[in-house]
């Protein structure tokens, strides 16, 4: 979990691949104010009843097909890439902490040090 003071955020490692490697990452926590770079993706989340899987933490996850596809063409192929990334690093289903995080979305875009956009 978060803190509830919302200082910190989840950052996504997504590990390095290339082609048809499977999408693989691990989420960790950080301070917003002394955290790592990173780069916010900015996407179309896409039909959430047409999932495909990635893994996270070593277990099978679904995200969107749009998501997947955004991940797969993002990731490096010869080291990690640290992404924040809303569907994942937002934990869903906690509406307080997406109220909480939804309210930092501002100062997450602008630490960002890339943001990328992905339309499909």
Same mark, same amino acid.
């Given at each position: 979990?978060?803190?509830?003071?919302?200082?910190?955020?989840?950052?996504?490692?997504?590990?390095?691949?290339?082609?048809?490697?499977?999408?693989?990452?691990? %989420?960790?926590?950080? #301070?917003?104010? !002394?955290?790592?770079?990173? =780069? *916010? /993706?900015?996407?179309?989340? $896409? @039909?959430?009843?047409?999932?495909?899987?990635?893994?996270?933490?070593?277990?099978?996850?679904?995200?969107?097909?749009?998501?997947?596809?955004?991940?797969?063409? %993002?990731?490096?192929? #010869?080291?990690? !890439?640290?992404?924040?990334? =809303? *569907? /994942?690093?937002?934990?869903? $289903? @906690?509406?307080?902490?997406?109220?909480?995080?939804?309210?930092?979305?501002?100062?997450?875009?602008?630490?960002?040090?890339?943001?990328?956009?992905?339309?499909?």
């Amino acid at each position: 979990p978060l803190a509830s003071d919302n200082s910190q955020i989840r950052l996504l490692q997504l590990k390095a691949g290339v082609g048809d490697d499977p999408v693989t990452c691990f %989420l960790e926590v950080v #301070d917003l104010e !002394r955290c790592p770079d990173y =780069d *916010a /993706l900015s996407y179309v989340w $896409g @039909d959430p009843g047409v999932p495909d899987s990635i893994t996270l933490h070593g277990k099978q996850h679904d995200v969107t097909v749009n998501l997947y596809d955004a991940l797969k063409r %993002l990731r490096q192929s #010869d080291k990690h !890439r640290r992404l924040w990334v =809303d *569907a /994942l690093c937002i934990n869903q $289903g @906690d509406t307080k902490e997406k109220e909480g995080q939804i309210g930092l979305m501002d100062k997450i875009y602008s630490r960002a040090k890339e943001v990328c956009m992905w339309l499909g």
